[in-house]
């Protein structure tokens, strides 16, 4: 039989996960976006594109397209797939594997102000800086759009929509960034204050770094928790095994 997957995407895990799977005969891999950017990058096996809505309707379109297995390899904060991701493995009995890279940890030097949510992280804005480099995604700019005070340097890889903060300037820009990058930028736009996501991708961590060494203070917004009973694997060579596919021939 020929397993066909389902890959819950819109990160560079899965990406790399559709390669990895694609490459191995008799896979069928289907990567699955929504939508949110206008030209997303190429990536092996068929792509589908939008939401399936809700998990009712991604669990009838599992149905419908005979998915075998699951693989949720979203962002860590679309915590909204994920839930229904959750629900429709229950609901069709399909074996689901979550894929979640570690989360970021602070080392000596560091100034980090872990909170909970982006709204959490405008609240303790006013009193750590005023001009603010937001990472956070171009979709989470309406949490700080009533600080008028503060100055913003927002960076995405699309232009933002209002709701967002008046005094902005926004950086188009799609990582890897260098740690030369994030030092100009810090310094270019005298950034006293960073805002992040726990993201936790070596792609995205160089900002870390370089706030680390001009002293300034970084908001880390935590991630929401995985649904209840569910559980992650950190490394992509675990997937397959998991998804019981066995190993590709050697080839030596
Ligand atoms: P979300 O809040 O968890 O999901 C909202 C809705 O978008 C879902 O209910 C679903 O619609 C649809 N959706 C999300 N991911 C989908 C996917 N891979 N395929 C089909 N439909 C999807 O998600 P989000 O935070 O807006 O993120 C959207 C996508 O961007 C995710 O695929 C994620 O991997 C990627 N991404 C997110 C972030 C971030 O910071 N949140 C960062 C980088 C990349 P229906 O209910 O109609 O099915």
């Known amino acids: 039989m020929s397993p066909h997957v389902l890959i819950l995407g819109g990160t560079t895990e899965a990406r790399l996960l559709a390669a990895e799977l694609s490459a191995r005969s008799g896979v069928r891999v289907t990567t699955s976006l929504a939508g949110r950017v206008a030209r997303p990058g190429a990536q092996a096996g068929d792509v589908r594109i939008g ?7 991604l669990a009838g379109w599992l149905r419908e397209q005979r998915v075998d297995a699951v693989v949720d390899a979203t962002h860590p904060f679309a915590a909204r797939i994920t839930a ?4 429709a493995a229950t609901a069709t009995g399909l074996p689901l594997v979550v894929v979640r890279r570690p989360g970021w940890q602070p080392v000596p030097g560091d100034r980090w102000h872990t909170v909970a949510s982006l709204s959490a992280a405008a609240d303790a804005l ?8 937001l990472t956070t995604g171009r979709l989470g700019l309406a949490a700080f759009a009533h600080l008028t005070d503060l100055h913003f340097v927002v960076r995405s890889v699309e232009p933002p929509e209002p709701p967002m903060p008046p005094d902005l300037d926004v950086v188009l820009a799609r990582g890897p960034f260098t740690l030369a990058d994030e030092r100009a930028l810090l310094r270019e736009h005298r950034v006293d204050v960073l805002v992040t996501k726990d993201s936790g991708s070596e792609a995205t961590s160089a900002k870390l770094t370089a706030a680390r ?10 991630r929401p928790p995985l649904p209840p009973g569910v559980t992650a694997v950190t ?18």
């Open 84 to 87: 229904n991701a959750a629900l």
């Open 51 to 57: 939401g399936f809505g809700g998990a009712e309707g």
């Open 235 to 252: 490394d992509l060579a675990d997937v397959p095994e998991r998804l019981g596919l066995t190993p590709p021939p050697s080839s030596s």
């Open 126 to 133: 006013p009193g750590l800086g005023r001009r603010v480099l």
């Open 213 to 222: 060494e001009l002293g300034l203070p970084v908001v880390v917004v935590r």
